[in-house]
C-alpha cells in the first residue's frame, strides 16, 4: 500500500521555467515531509523540508508547500536550471522514523 | 567529512542463495537505515538500526535481515535470494535523537541482481 504518492513519473520544463512536482499522501499521521534529489548512480540528497505545522517552506529557489486538508505536498523550483534535471522524491515522516518515499518525479530542465 | 559508503557496488547472484551487503553511516552518526529501490518503485523502507538494536522493519519477508556493529556500521543479509530481489538497496544514516534526526543522509547503493 503506497502511502506517498507521486503520481507524475516526469516531468520536463524550459530553463528559467517554474518547476512543480506534487506528492499525495494518504496517512495523516504524518508530521514531517522532506524531498530528496536523486542523481543516477548517486544516493538520494537531502533537499528540503517542512513540518506539518507550517503550509510553507523556503530555501533559495525551492519551496515546499503543504496543503493538510488535500493531503497533497509540492515542490517548486524556480528559476529552474538545467543541474535540476534528477529524480525527486517525496518523503513522509510519521512518528517512529520510518520514512514513506513516492516513487519519485523525473525532471528534465530543457536548456 | 567522509560520506556513508557502501559495499559492494555491484553484487550478482543467483536465485536460492545469501547476499550481504554492508553500510559504513557517517561519522558520529548512530542510526542506519536500509531501503530497497526495485524498478518502477520508489524507495521501500526494509529496516532501521540505532545503537545497535533494530528499532523497525518495514513489510519484508524475514529472510531480509541485519545487524549493526558496535561501530555503527551494519550489514543486510538476504537469505535465499529470488529474482525479484534485483534491486539497488540504499543504505542510509542519521543523526537520531536530535533535530536533524529527519534528515539521512544516504549511501550511493549496492545494485543486487539475481539471475
Known amino acids: 500500500d503506497q502511502q506517498v504518492k507521486q503520481n507524475s513519473p516526469s516531468l520536463s520544463v524550459q530553463e528559467g521555467r517554474i518547476s512543480i512536482l506534487n506528492c499525495d499522501y494518504t496517512?495523516?499521521?504524518?508530521?514531517?515531509f522532506l524531498w530528496y534529489k536523486k542523481y543516477p548512480a548517486e544516493g538520494p540528497t537531502f533537499l528540503i523540508s517542512?513540518?506539518?505545522?507550517?503550509d510553507k517552506n523556503e530555501d533559495g529557489r525551492f519551496t515546499v508547500f503543504l496543503n493538510k486538508s488535500a493531503k497533497h505536498l509540492s515542490l517548486h523550483i524556480v528559476p529552474s536550471q538545467p543541474g535540476d534535471s534528477a529524480v525527486y522524491f517525496c518523503?513522509?515522516?510519521?512518528?517512529?522514523?520510518?520514512?514513506?518515499f513516492g516513487t519519485g518525479t523525473s525532471l528534465t530542465v530543457i536548456p | 567529512e567522509a560520506g556513508v559508503t557502501q559495499s559492494p557496488t555491484h553484487l550478482i547472484k543467483t536465485r536460492g542463495q545469501q547476499a550481504t551487503l554492508r553500510c559504513s553511516p557517517i561519522?558520529?552518526?548512530?542510526?542506519v537505515y536500509w531501503y530497497q529501490q526495485a524498478l518502477g518503485l520508489g524507495l521501500q523502507f526494509l529496516l532501521w538500526?540505532?545503537?545497535?538494536?533494530e528499532r523497525n522493519r518495514g513489510n519484508f519477508p524475514p529472510r531480509f535481515s541485519g545487524r549493526q556493529f558496535p561501530n555503527y556500521s551494519s550489514e543486510l543479509n538476504v537469505n535465499a535470494l529470488e529474482l525479484e530481489d534485483s534491486a539497488l538497496y540504499l543504505c542510509?544514516?542519521?543523526?537520531w535523537g536530535t533535530g536533524s534526526s529527519y534528515e539521512q543522509y544516504f549511501g550511493p547503493g549496492t545494485r543486487l541482481t539475481v539471475t
Open positions: 542510509a544514516s542519521s543523526l
Open positions: 561519522s558520529g552518526h548512530t542510526s
Open positions: 538500526y540505532d545503537e545497535g538494536e
Open positions: 496517512n495523516s499521521m504524518f508530521d514531517y
Open positions: 517542512i513540518s506539518s505545522i507550517k
Open positions: 518523503a513522509a515522516i510519521p512518528t517512529g522514523n520510518q520514512f514513506y
